[in-house]
C-alpha cells in the first residue's frame, strides 16, 4: 500500500481504549446532560397551506425581500382583526 493510501488515520482511537458507557457514573453522566437540540417548540406553530395568488401579486411580495411571508402573515392578521 502506498503512503497515500493509508488504511487508518492518524488520530484513530482504537475502541478498546474508550471508557465504558454503560457504568453507572457514566450512565447518571448521559442521563443528567441537557439535550435541546433544535427549534424550539412553539406554543402556537404555522401551518403549511397551499394559497393559488395571481402571478403578479407573487411576484411582487416577492419583490419586498427576505420576510415576505411573514408580512402577509401579519398583513392578514391585521385584516382579520378589522373584520371583528
Do not use: C, H, Y
Not at 15 to 27: C, T, V
Not at 32 to 47: H, S, T
Request: proline share 7%; aromatic share 4%.
Amino acid at each position: 500500500m502506498t503512503a497515500s493510501k493509508r488504511s487508518t488515520r492518524r488520530d484513530f482511537v482504537d475502541p478498546d481504549d474508550a471508557p465504558d458507557l454503560s457504568a453507572p457514573e457514566w450512565q447518571a453522566k448521559v442521563a443528567a446532560a441537557p439535550v435541546k437540540r433544535g427549534r424550539p417548540i412553539a406554543e402556537n406553530p404555522k401551518r403549511q397551506v397551499t394559497l393559488r395568488l395571481d402571478a403578479d401579486v407573487l411576484d411582487g411580495l416577492r419583490a419586498t425581500g427576505a420576510g415576505w411571508q411573514t408580512r402577509v402573515n401579519t398583513a392578514i392578521r391585521e385584516w382579520l382583526e378589522r373584520q371583528r
